[in-house]
């Protein structure tokens, strides 16, 4: 282990304790709901949970599993604090963030509990870098209750599929309406911006579609502006799951695959907009 | 209107959109019985560009609804050119495209079929429009040359981005040459880097122009229609005239052609003298002495021989078969003197928010500035003007 011999406060003292042989397998993840600057994390023996809110409207989670980590250590459930997320970022790529072969950060992370800074360890070659980033009184995130029994319509699709048609969204558009639907168009992506409106529509047998499994049709719009962010997630993601409850609340479901072959899942939570007027193209 | 393009016509046509943006806001789109015409022209009306997709471009085309009469229509270049904004994307996913034109929804859809059955509809909304038409006849001039586009998009490719003009002309040994072009400013001097191409006249398939010939012309416009002659493996024919007459390039092949027209600068180019010796340009004053006494030089101040006359009245054929040349002698002042121009340039600082002194744009302004110059009123090109906000 590349850490062995570094002078590393004792785990006894640690509320949390994580390393990682490969600090990507953490920054990429934390990439995808870095929209806002600050985040909230829960630890528990399962892993760590970082959440980010924006207006809230939307709220982004990354779960970053236990098994993920080459040791994960955690004394009192649940360990809870809010941290500068771009400030964890810049330091977790010290080192660089573009990987360069057979050359890899190794990270190890400790939290001595509430009030504590966030000490992290990244090594690379022999040289170790220290960061402390203060952490900051936890903030109550949002509860969207969003339960699968209450879920109308869900579909999963390679999110190839998908990264095109969000980073292409017509901005000027303020929102984006998804139309779910046993009939057709099935599934509808639907912008009204300044030049015109636009559609874009996925058939349910197209290839692309890996589940689909709608029951009633339900169009609902979100803000655009705040669902562009959920692009970040989409672009590292493989698969994405798209659900909608009967409050017309969407979950966006993105699944990470990191270096080493594991899966991440990301998700975004978002609330409609508006109750949709009935005569819309 | 409605007509079907399929495969790598797709592309082709992401292709000239992208080269049009270049040079317009907004987009002529116009279905005529010989195909389907896509036009634009620069805010300063100093560059034209039309494209034309023949029938057989198309799977299907149609350029009206049987037993109306077609449409045409102007809308925003922007929300087209988002439609076919990644070309790699067209290619890679993009089956087939639809564009409709339909009055009663008055909306423009396009329509993408692409892999996966996946399906964008764009419905963009249009203005209706006069058809806009440039008055430029390549037979009229007496110069020409035709190149592979490769070869002149070679030539262009050292040229800094950010230069604006660029010099075409035949230097010794009826070599070709292209020089970027020095403005006449003050400050000239400190951007001193002079960066010359020269084509040996083997390399052309048509050169017909004696030595010492040379215009001045906007190399971003240039620029565009050559990256889309390169991808379609065309030549590029130029047709010139004197300095100040509009240079139009043009390309062709059995589904498409392309025609643009740019204002060429019309005081005498320097650098025509110096083809033959590949020395930095003379001082700038001294030139301008040299030029202003030739009597042909105020004739091209005549906003029609250098500007491109647009013709917006649908009907009018007459205007349109009259040659540009014609409208010259009533527009054209009594005298050249060289007084009246130094009265007319005064006349042109003296206007607020006229653009500063670049000779190829102040004297576009000026002629539509300073009343001077336009006795008859406004020209066509000065009616569609007014009308064309919006």
Wanted: with cysteine.
């Amino acid at each position: 282990m590349p850490l062995v011999g570094q002078r590393v406060p004792d785990d006894g003292g640690c509320s949390l304790v994580a390393s990682l042989d490969n600090v990507r397998n953490l920054s990429t993840v934390l990439k995808a709901i870095h929209f806002r600057d600050h985040a909230t994390c829960f630890a528990t023996k399962n892993g760590i949970k970082v959440t980010v809110e924006n207006a809230k409207c939307v709220q982004a989670n990354a779960f970053i599993q236990a098994g993920i980590f080459q040791e994960f250590k955690v004394q009192e459930e649940p360990v809870t604090f809010r941290i500068n997320l771009t400030v964890l970022l810049d330091c977790l790529s010290i080192f660089g963030s573009s990987p360069t072969p057979g050359n890899l950060t190794a990270l190890r992370m400790c939290y001595q509990g509430y009030g504590c800074p966030l000490m992290l360890f990244l090594e690379e070659g022999g040289v170790v870098t220290v960061c402390k980033i203060n952490t900051q009184e936890p903030e109550e995130t949002l509860d969207f209750d969003f339960c699968s029994t209450n879920v109308i319509n869900k579909i999963i699709l390679q999110s190839e599929g998908l990264r095109e048609a969000f980073s292409e969204l017509d901005m000027t558009s303020e929102v984006l309406q998804i139309t779910m639907s046993p009939e057709k168009p099935y599934f509808r992506l639907s912008t009204f911006g300044n030049a015109g409106s636009s559609h874009l529509d996925y058939p349910k047998d197209s290839d692309l579609m890996e589940s689909f499994n709608c029951n009633e049709t339900q169009v609902n719009r979100y803000k655009i502006s705040l669902l562009k962010p959920s692009t970040k997630a989409l672009v590292l993601s493989c698969k994405v799951s798209i659900r909608t409850d009967n409050r017309g609340f969407l979950s966006l479901q993105y699944m990470i695959r990191n270096e080493d072959g594991q899966i991440c899942f990301v998700e975004y939570y978002c609330c409609p907009d508006e109750e949709v007027p009935d005569s819309e193209s | 209107m409605k007509c079907l393009v399929t495969g790598g016509n797709v592309k082709v046509l992401g292709k000239a959109v992208h080269s049009l943006s270049r040079i317009g806001d907004e987009l002529y789109l116009e279905p005529l019985e010989d195909g389907l015409s896509l036009r634009t022209v620069n805010s300063s009306r100093s560059a034209y560009a039309c494209f034309l997709f023949a029938p057989l471009f198309f799977q299907l085309y149609q350029a009206a609804t049987p037993g109306q009469d077609p449409l045409r229509c102007k809308i925003l270049m922007k929300s087209f050119l988002s439609v076919f904004r990644s070309l790699v994307m067209l290619e890679k996913t993009v089956e087939k495209c639809c564009i409709s034109l339909n009055g009663r929804s008055s909306r423009l859809v396009v329509q993408l079929h692409c892999k996966y059955g996946v399906r964008k509809t764009h419905n963009l909304s249009f203005q209706d429009c006069e058809s806009l038409q440039a008055v430029f006849d390549p037979a009229s001039c007496p110069y020409l040359l035709r190149a592979p586009a490769k070869l002149l998009g070679e030539a262009v490719l050292p040229f800094p981005p950010a230069l604006a003009e660029v010099t075409l002309g035949i230097g010794h040994g009826r070599r070709v040459i292209l020089r970027s072009y020095q403005e006449e400013e003050a400050d000239s001097t400190i951007k001193a880097m002079v960066t010359e191409m020269s084509i040996g006249q083997e390399d052309f398939q048509q050169l017909q122009a004696e030595e010492g010939v040379a215009i001045t012309f906007c190399l971003k416009e240039f620029r565009g229609l050559l990256s889309f002659a390169e991808s379609a493996n065309l030549s590029l024919s130029i047709h010139f005239d004197a300095p100040g007459r509009p240079a139009i390039f043009a390309i062709k092949d059995s589904l498409l052609d392309g025609h643009f027209v740019l204002a060429t600068l019309s005081e005498p180019t320097p650098n025509s003298q110096d083809l033959h010796f590949p020395e930095p340009c003379q001082p700038a004053p001294q030139r301008q002495a040299h030029s202003t006494p030739q009597p042909d030089d105020f004739a091209s101040d005549d906003i029609d021989s250098y500007m491109i006359a647009m013709e917006t009245t649908v009907g009018s054929e007459s205007s349109r078969t009259l040659p540009s040349g014609s409208l010259s002698p009533g527009l054209q002042p009594p005298c050249s003197s060289e007084g009246e121009e130094d009265e007319a340039e005064a006349e042109l600082s003296t206007v607020p928010g006229t653009p500063p002194p670049k000779k190829f744009r102040s004297l576009f302004f000026g002629s539509i500035l300073a009343p001077a110059h336009s006795p008859l009123g406004p020209s066509p090109v000065l009616a569609e003007d007014s009308e064309g906000e919006g």
